[in-house]
């Protein structure tokens, strides 16, 4: 299968109370990550807003950082990230992104199931 740009489909919306809109494309669409995933999404954050805390129940999420600097809550500890970072948070663990950088925090999204 082949999925073209001009197929990706894409939406702004706020995830998890966070501040402002973000972008997502989705990648692949959930129906066809056949039950193993969640989310395969292209992230896009506009500087100062950002994605809520949330945790994860019986599944797990990885963020790669393509560019922009971001902030995460990691283990209770708030730590900057920047571009070629990985962002890993098991189940029943909860993160947030916020973007505290001057252009667009832009990271790929996988939620995998446990």
Known sequence: MIIRKSQIRT???????GKGLVKREFIVESKDLRNKAKLFSKITIPVGNSIGMHD???DFEVYYILSGKGQVLDNDEIVEVNEGDV?????????????IGEEDLVFIAVVINE
């Open 56 to 58: 994860h129940v019986e």
């Open 87 to 99: 962002i890993y948070t098991a189940d029943g663990n909860k993160h947030y992104i916020e973007n």
């Open 11 to 17: 939406e702004k919306s706020n995830l998890k109370g």
